[in-house]
């Protein structure tokens, strides 16, 4: 059987250490599903489609990885698309308090959804979309944290 | 003299967590009373009114805890019901470092209004309103989280 | 029924911060049991005699707060002196994931044994015995950190 | 060389932890800055130039401490004043968490602009600018964690 | 390529919490080698010989599962015997900064040598071998916690 | 007046997180005293006076970096070699909750003494002497974690 896993997030931006955990999850899976999750009533600092556009060129010639949106919940996603695990990365305590929660309502409400988690690496661990969207509203130069050109 | 502990919070939902928490602090208190704190600015996702009322029908028949909602400060309120003590829960160091801050204020401005703990019980500390309101808004099943039917 | 805590530790020493956790404790419960848990193979700073005595002086004259020592599981000894309850300070996030555990297996194990948390007031939280027995081992002066005079 | 820092924040409101930090700052470097951020999108409770007055007023006479606002990002505002080092402050492992991230963007992107922490006094670190906002908004007394008058 | 996993540790003892962990590893892996690292100067509770073989025990008939016991680097033990993967488990906060060195150490010495995390399951999450060994030591039953007879 | 930090730790070994923050603090302090603590009771891995050559190798030719052992209190060697800072690198939450403590003790038993901290840069945050002596008590290269040859 394929192993498939899904790599769900907002991913506003994708950024290197999104692409560090996608790449090392390569590793382990046969294939990984990029997928934006949106929803209508949260704005957005870049357009989904642009942001799909640009993971697919980070990935391009990989055809063991593929990139999605979705806007229903994590888990219906995956099954319907035959993932049997998620994938996600660690990069502090914050982050594991609050995938814990996360990890366990999917595996509880959804018949034993497994989630797979590799610790974000240490030159990555510090970027997130949250700052790399503060430094870029500023005008900031954010291109060393994101693995494709704005 | 009566010991009655206040147990507030925004409960939005109430959840198996919650009255985890209220069902263990009846054991050292004398009375305890679950009020919903709400400001009209924080738009809920459940009425607060229904929720008051869920919250209710869960604990019927038992005469020491009694649910009520209110607008002012906590610790205000708290006084004006002839509560001495706080009751909260903690599931994990995130809500550690929230809560401590809280407590403290609490007791700090409010003649030593004193915050008591348990730590959720591990089945249900995985269990967060927020977490909650996004599955239900996805049309998930939340009833396994929730002491009531919706 | 009497509302009897149980406050276990090794208390080597006792400090300020066991101190308020007391005094505050004794707010909650009817009455409260230190007791100094030991085993013969972890050699202490502080004897245990010396120790029982200093903490007895502490609260001589309150009929309310008994002070002994145990070598037993904490639990027994709770169960065999009729606590319903084992009282606990939280210091910081380290405390919290290392009393979380040793709670839910006193809970798990002994018939619902409820652990109560009160958080340390902030002017003891950083005080601990490990540093208290380290600065008292090079000759500094710890009488700050404790209820007694050594 | 001068040394000169930047404390940065958006002090709604100024604390006594700000304070703290400051003062603490002063005996490690020759000149401080205290500069408030803002963006227009970003609601604050107090207005910013209400408070850039209480904080100037608090260090009236101390040549050596600088009050201003900005709106820029932190890095630039800091090169374009010859701050060599930002100043923060920490409370607690959350602050930890959150810094870290900001602190290695900050030196990353703009030249080794190095940030230098104080852990908060303890008698300080409970109080947050959210929690006072709070309080100040039911109409509760803060004035004990400002070290101004409103 | 086969997908070989180790899950290294002490297991002074194996708990119901590494359990879950193989199992569920058994879902992501090909085949799991659980092997007990040990070194001649800390003593152990458990003898090493008997624990290998009441781990075997327990996965009995299971040929994907292999139990071992080594004594050089865990990195030397997993590229010796194909795996290509470690496999740990996550508790909470202090698990997950200890596990993040061990990590890196592992990944950046042996060839990118790959560590792989699940989080404990909550109702063993607070199950660890340190408060096992206690509990044991006093007498007190344990067989709750781990899935084999003494 | 000259501001003169003291760097203290075990250091056994010292490491290149070490080196880190002290070259980062020569930016922030005039002078830098790397000083090992060490009691006759604790066992080291690395001899002592093997680890100050190898500390003073790495520094030969800068003079505001000066390296010595001591065996007293941190804060007592601070105050007898004019040193008015304590600088120290934080590397994760466990590294903050602990050092919290020591500092305010500190600051608290000798007249103020502050302590400075730098975050461990992230490509050597992950390092550690502990996870050092292991791997070198196993014969695997360390060499890629010190700062000197051994």
């Known amino acids: 059987m ?12 994708f950024t290197k250490g999104h692409e560090d955990i996608v790449l090392r999850g390569t590793q382990i899976f046969d294939e990984i599903i990029i997928a934006i999750g949106y929803n ?4 957005r600092h870049f357009d989904i489609d642009y942001m799909v556009a640009k993971i697919k060129e980070c990935f391009s010639g990989k055809d063991n990885i593929i990139v999605d949106k979705y806007t229903e919940l994590t888990a219906i ?4 698309n035959g993932a049997n695990y998620l ?9 594991f308090e609050y995938e814990n929660s996360i990890a366990m309502v999917n595996k509880d409400l959804y018949n034993g959804l497994e989630t797979v988690f590799l610790i974000t690496s240490p030159k990555f661990a510090f970027i997130s979309s949250t700052i790399i969207r503060e430094v870029h509203n500023y005008g900031g130069d954010v291109s060393k944290y994101i693995p494709y050109t704005l």
């Open 2 to 13: 394929k192993r498939i896993a899904l790599f769900p997030g907002s991913f506003d931006p």
């Open 40 to 43: 209508s009533q949260k704005k």
């Open 77 to 80: 996603y995956a099954n319907r």
């Open 87 to 95: 994938l996600r990365g660690l990069r502090n305590t914050t982050d």
